[in-house]
């Protein structure tokens, strides 16, 4: 029985040990819980602001996209009115051409030129003034100054040195009549911008230059030509076919000005163009040369074509005022980080919840173990106690049916009948008690085994027949 008793211990070590290493696989797993919610926080906080910067990139592409889209309909703009004025002194220059060359005796005199560009000022608003100048060649120049009574002169109202020809101003707007007799060849870049311009056919400009109204300006040249040229002359027909040159002041800050109030309602930006015809040292045509104020980290760089092939330009646009806060990237990242962190701090919940489940099947565990060890101890005493008390018992048994072989009277064999009676009593109880902790083991056996009912019956009434009698009950049984 004592094996039996110490397999069914084994046993009970063994589901323990396993019990034991599952608590110590679920503690490691405890200990990571903190550092996992950390982790997942750190990732949370990276891919919040990986969203903020694409949706912040968007927000500035977008910006970007107004910008570029602004500043090329400015530039676009600006281009297509300069052309319009253009085309309107071209069409001067064909009038002088053909009024004053191709009619003998000409048709146009100063006071007719003025007359006529006063009434139609209005179609060349952008342009300060108007003036055309004659083509005179050296050996022309006594003639010509003798025939219009006044000498030909420099732009510093010197007399014009000797030169090879000249480009006296004949005919000018009223507003520009200061110039009348001035050599447009005399200063260095304008004689080179005539030049070239007759020996193209099309429109030179000068550089910026500041007008009497302290705009900043640029002088358009034409050629006039005093015969009809082939499709495709040359460069000495041109040259040859020249007889002057009409030229237009333009006020380009008026021009950007009118262009921008027509456009005032779109968002501000800041407008500046230059003349870049020589990138080592820019020109600025219109605004500010500081580059204070706006929104400096966003520009946008647009060319522009005022019909002069040599000279370049180009419109830098920038914002007046800087980015504004992009607050849908800014909500829609935090909302991304709470949300994120409600549903890992939910599963760090769950997780802490099953660790603190599981320690309390451990607690309970560890109290089912110890009241298991304690039964345990209970069946082995018992076991113990009752095998010891049977040994004197089976003795004491011994003597009383020793002592029941001999003489006795009927009084003193009633007497050892029933302590023989108790004894053997006394024996059944101490194996039921044995056969207690072998349930407990698990190895009770049934016997089915044949008994006299009627001398338990007898026994039992022995038992307390003493009693009874001391109380005046008498106990008797019948068999029905």
Known sequence: MGEKIQGYHTVSVRVNEQLASKRRYSYVHRDYHRRILGFWIVLLLFISKEIYNCLDDVQKERRKEALVSMCDQRARMLQDQFSV?????????????????????????????????????????????????????????????????????????????????????????????????????????????????????????????????????????????NSNLP???????????????????????????????????????VVNAYDITNLSDPLIVYGHQSQDGGDMSLKHVSRFDFGDPFRKHEMICRYLENAPTPWFALTTAFFVFVIGFLLGYMIYSAAIHIVRVEDDFHTMQKLKDRAEDADLAK?????????????????????????????????????????????????????????????????????????DLRSILDDVLSLFSEKSMQKGVEIKYRKL
């Not at 020249?242 to 800050?253: I, K």
Request: proline share 4%; glycine share 6%.
């Open 85 to 225: 004025s253009v085309n309107h002194v071209h069409a001067l220059a064909i009038l002088v051409s053909t009024f004053h060359y191709y009619k003998n005796p000409s048709a146009i005199d100063q006071e007719t030129f003025a007359e006529y560009t006063a009434r139609t000022s209005f179609e060349r608003p952008l342009l300060s003034g108007v003036a055309y100048a004659e083509r005179v060649l050296n050996s022309e120049r006594e003639e010509f100054e003798r025939k219009h009574g006044w000498t030909i002169r420099t732009m510093e109202k010197d007399p014009s040195p000797v030169r090879d020809e000249y480009a006296p101003v004949i005919f000018s707007q009223e507003t520009v009549s200061y110039i009348e007799s001035l050599d447009m060849m005399s200063g260095e870049e304008d004689r080179e911008n005539i030049l070239r311009a007759r020996a193209t056919g099309k429109a030179v400009l000068t550089s910026p230059f500041r007008l009497l109204n302290d705009h900043l300006g640029v002088v358009l040249t034409f050629p006039v030509y």
């Open 231 to 269: 499709a495709n002359p040359t460069v000495r027909e041109r040259i040859e076919a020249t007889v002057g040159y009409l030229g237009g002041s333009f006020d380009v800050e008026s021009l950007v000005e009118n262009l921008l109030g027509q456009l005032a309602g779109n968002q501000a930006i």
């Open 379 to 451: 069946s082995r005493f018992l076991a113990t106690v009752s095998h010891e008390i049977r040994t004197p018992m089976n003795g004491i048994l011994g003597m009383q049916q020793l002592l029941l072989d001999t003489d006795l009277s009927s009084t003193q064999r009633d007497y050892a009948q029933t302590a023989q009676a108790c004894g053997e009593a006394l024996i059944t109880l101490i194996n039921e008690v044995l056969d207690r902790a072998k349930m407990e083991a698990g190895k009770l056996e049934l016997e089915a085994v044949p008994f």
